[in-house]
């Protein structure tokens, strides 16, 4: 007598069966075995060498180089498909997407309604950043859904305004979705000099004082084998400077991939991932850079991130005591800043706005604004927006001077390249949200002891490495810095601000090598407000905080210059009718 089959086993079979095809569909659609790209270019990623590893990003649980990483590119074939960009994962699981360079995004209405297609098909609004300034590519971000937090690895998402779309029916078979590049470990930017190249890099030299040897590094510009490479003579902090490469550039490409190469004894070389570019000069210009406007005495720079509402008050008191141009690197804002920017241009102040919107650089920014604002500037001064320079010898004049900050200058060939100012830190002052009439007439309590200083520099007496701390440079050997006495002169920092407005300090520091408040590391650091934790909460007594000093005389200068009555009451220049 023949025997059954057992239900069981046909059910184990049947199991056995799913498991197999389920497996294989996930590997088909993880590394790429049968997907379908539309077409493939070599500007969205590094360049490697036979010797080279591309380094696109560290896995959580897995800090080794990967040995082969393969990429994809998208084209734009209508208005609903992909559009070729290269992605980054910020802090807070926000990811920045970047166009390609040949992008044709020009108006405002073609930056809406974008959405990030991730790898489960899981999708988020991406919102539209800005326009890098030196590469003319636009910027999206959005933030990672939860259900893509918990898969391994990370790859770029697409970026499309198809709600319908699927990730994998937007690749090809050729190669697999890159990984999404890490912000701790990147090229961002690079600006040329009539003299070399700097590149700017994250991840390199992590440690304050701790850097590479230039000797142990490359610069590399353009893709595959054709890549150029030249030496690399500064390595401080993100900052590198590396020869002119022989590139001559035609009307159809003038734009090179350049990133950073590490050098590795054992001969397995690193590349860098980056997004920065190299415009070379073209035949016949000289090699020399176009000087477009008169250099101003005195400069003022500073990273700003959600300032509209503090930046007509900063810009209207110092271009009243002689700051004449005004250089601001904005870090991502998301506020009313654009609106406040354009009022102040049209009313004639000199602002120019750099987008900068790379997480924890502001040494590198500052770096970056020494080059770029050598031949417009002579002095710059780098003060933050809450920031107010005053002299106590200006205290009995009727109305402020252009020539009020020139006097706490040096004279010519004095061999100062850098005037050092203290800082008095104001406290909350019994506010509990942000005076209407301004920081100078809303914050008048502060503590005793003077804190750090900020600087007044010489551009051309800083060192060529452009290493910078805290505000102040490194010199050149024939130069020297001086403090002034604050009797003469000193910053009134209202740095400990109403709870809503300080509180925000909390979401990240900018300064690469100072740790941020929610981390518990290092909490003894100046930077950090005494007795605060690590929590965006509001202590008790806060708006008495900081009080030792009751200190009037910046309030009373400004009210007698800034000033005026209406019917409304008593009001500050600078406030909104």
Same mark, same amino acid.
């Given at each position: 007598?023949?025997?059954?089959?057992?239900?069981?086993?046909?059910?184990?079979?049947?199991?056995?069966?799913?498991?197999?095809?389920?497996q294989?569909?996930?590997?088909?659609?993880?590394?790429?075995?049968?997907?379908?790209? %539309?077409? +493939? !270019? =070599?500007?969205?990623? #590094?360049?490697?060498?036979?010797?080279?590893?591309?380094? *696109?990003?560290?896995? $959580? /649980?897995n800090?080794?180089?990967?040995?082969?990483?393969?990429?994809?590119?998208?084209?734009?074939?209508?208005?609903?498909?992909?559009?070729?960009?290269?992605?980054?994962?910020?802090?807070?699981?926000?990811?920045?997407?970047?166009?390609?360079?040949?992008?044709?995004?020009?108006?405002?209405?073609?930056f809406?309604?974008?959405?990030?297609?991730?790898?489960?098909?899981?999708?988020?609004?991406?919102?539209?950043?800005?326009?890098?300034?030196?590469?003319?590519?636009?910027?999206?971000?959005?933030?990672?859904?939860?259900?893509?937090?918990?898969?391994?690895?990370?790859?770029?998402?697409?970026?499309?305004?198809?709600?319908?779309?699927?990730?994998?029916? %937007?690749? +090809? !078979? =050729?190669?697999?979705? #890159?990984?999404?590049?890490?912000?701790?470990?990147?090229? *961002?930017?690079?600006? $040329? /000099?009539?003299?070399?190249?700097?590149?700017?890099?994250?991840?390199?030299?992590?440690?304050?004082?701790?850097?590479?040897?230039?000797?142990?590094?490359?610069?590399?510009?353009?893709?595959?084998?054709?890549?150029?490479?030249?030496?690399?003579?500064?390595s401080?902090?993100?900052?590198?400077?590396?020869?002119?490469?022989?590139?001559?550039?035609?009307?159809d490409?003038?734009?090179?991939?350049?990133?950073?190469?590490?050098?590795?004894?054992?001969?397995?070389?690193?590349?860098?991932?980056?997004?920065?570019?190299?415009?070379?000069?073209?035949?016949?210009?000289?090699?020399?850079?176009?000087?477009?406007?008169?250099?101003?005495?005195?400069?003022?720079?500073?990273?700003?991130?959600n300032?509209?509402?503090?930046?007509?008050?900063?810009?209207?008191?110092?271009?009243?005591?002689?700051? $004449?141009?005004?250089?601001?690197?904005?870090?991502?804002?998301?506020?009313?800043?654009s609106?406040?920017?354009?009022?102040?241009?049209?009313?004639?102040?000199?602002?120019?706005?750099?987008?900068?919107?790379?997480?924890?650089?502001?040494?590198?920014?500052?770096?970056?604004?020494?080059?770029y604002?050598?031949?417009?500037?002579?002095?710059?001064?780098?003060?933050?927006?809450?920031?107010?320079?005053?002299?106590?010898?200006?205290?009995?004049?009727?109305?402020?001077?252009?020539?009020?900050?020139?006097?706490?200058?040096?004279?010519?060939?004095?061999?100062?390249?850098?005037?050092?100012?203290?800082?008095?830190?104001?406290?909350?002052?019994?506010?509990?949200?942000?005076?209407?009439?301004?920081?100078?007439?809303?914050?008048?309590?502060?503590?005793?002891?003077?804190?750090?200083?900020?600087?007044?520099?010489?551009?051309?007496a800083?060192?060529?490495?452009?290493?910078?701390?805290?505000?102040?440079?490194?010199?050149?050997?024939?130069?020297?810095?001086?403090?002034?006495?604050?009797?003469?002169?000193?910053?009134?920092?209202?740095?400990?601000?109403?709870?809503?407005?300080?509180?925000?300090?909390?979401?990240?520091?900018?300064?690469?090598?100072?740790?941020?408040?929610?981390?518990?590391?290092?909490?003894?650091?100046?930077?950090r407000?005494?007795?605060?934790?690590?929590?965006?909460?509001?202590?008790?007594?806060?708006?008495?905080?900081?009080?030792?000093?009751?200190?009037?005389?910046?309030?009373?200068?400004?009210?007698?210059?800034?000033?005026?009555?209406?019917?409304d009451?008593y009001?500050?220049?600078?406030?909104?009718?």
């Amino acid at each position: 007598m023949r025997r059954k089959p057992r239900f069981t086993g046909l059910i184990f079979s049947v199991a056995f069966f799913l498991l197999f095809a389920f497996q294989f569909s996930r590997k088909v659609f993880f590394f790429g075995a049968d997907l379908n790209i %539309s077409s +493939s !270019s =070599s500007n969205l990623l #590094p360049s490697r060498s036979a010797n080279s590893v591309v380094h *696109y990003a560290l896995h $959580e /649980t897995n800090l080794d180089f990967p040995q082969q990483l393969t990429h994809r590119t998208r084209h734009v074939s209508s208005i609903l498909d992909p559009i070729p960009t290269v992605s980054l994962l910020l802090p807070d699981w926000e990811v920045l997407l970047i166009s390609s360079i040949d992008t044709p995004l020009s108006s405002p209405d073609s930056f809406r309604d974008f959405l990030c297609l991730f790898q489960n098909n899981a999708t988020s609004s991406a919102n539209f950043s800005g326009v890098l300034d030196f590469t003319g590519r636009v910027t999206f971000k959005c933030l990672m859904p939860e259900s893509v937090r918990r898969l391994r690895p990370f790859f770029q998402p697409l970026l499309t305004k198809s709600p319908d779309k699927e990730f994998s029916s %937007s690749l +090809s !078979s =050729s190669s697999p979705a #890159p990984e999404l590049m890490r912000w701790t470990f990147f090229a *961002y930017e690079a600006f $040329e /000099t009539e003299e070399d190249v700097v590149l700017f890099v994250k991840g390199v030299n992590n440690r304050q004082g701790s850097n590479r040897q230039p000797t142990d590094l490359n610069c590399v510009f353009g893709d595959g084998d054709d890549a150029i490479r030249t030496a690399v003579t500064s390595s401080v902090q993100e900052v590198f400077r590396c020869r002119h490469p022989n590139l001559t550039t035609s009307e159809d490409h003038d734009k090179f991939k350049i990133t950073l190469e590490i050098l590795d004894a054992r001969g397995k070389n690193i590349l860098v991932p980056s997004v920065a570019y190299y415009s070379p000069r073209r035949s016949g210009d000289g090699g020399g850079l176009v000087e477009t406007e008169a250099q101003s005495m005195i400069c003022a720079c500073t990273m700003v991130y959600n300032v509209g509402k503090f930046l007509r008050e900063w810009v209207m008191y110092y271009s009243r005591i002689g700051v $004449e141009k005004f250089i601001l690197y904005d870090n991502g804002s998301e506020d009313e800043i654009s609106a406040v920017l354009k009022e102040l241009k049209q009313e004639g102040y000199n602002i120019e706005i750099v987008f900068w919107i790379w997480p924890k650089t502001q040494e590198a920014g500052f770096s970056h604004s020494v080059e770029y604002s050598k031949k417009s500037c002579k002095w710059m001064m780098f003060v933050d927006i809450d920031e107010f320079v005053f002299s106590p010898s200006w205290l009995n004049s009727l109305k402020p001077s252009k020539n009020m900050l020139n006097s706490l200058l040096p004279t010519k060939n004095s061999g100062i390249g850098m005037v050092t100012v203290m800082c008095n830190d104001y406290g909350p002052s019994d506010r509990i949200s942000h005076p209407a009439e301004g920081v100078t007439q809303g914050y008048n309590c502060r503590r005793k002891v003077e804190e750090r200083h900020k600087s007044i520099v010489l551009l051309e007496a800083v060192d060529r490495s452009l290493l910078n701390v805290i505000h102040h440079f490194k010199l050149r050997k024939e130069f020297q810095s001086r403090q002034m006495r604050v009797e003469e002169a000193v910053v009134n920092h209202y740095k400990y601000q109403a709870w809503p407005e300080f509180r925000m300090k909390f979401r990240r520091r900018v300064s690469a090598y100072v740790v941020d408040w929610k981390n518990s590391a290092n909490p003894t650091s100046k930077d950090r407000a005494p007795g605060l934790g690590n929590t965006a909460v509001e202590p008790p007594e806060w708006p008495r905080k900081f009080c030792e000093v009751r200190d009037d005389r910046l309030r009373l200068l400004t009210q007698r210059w800034f000033g005026y009555e209406t019917a409304d009451g008593y009001r500050m220049a600078w406030q909104s009718l």
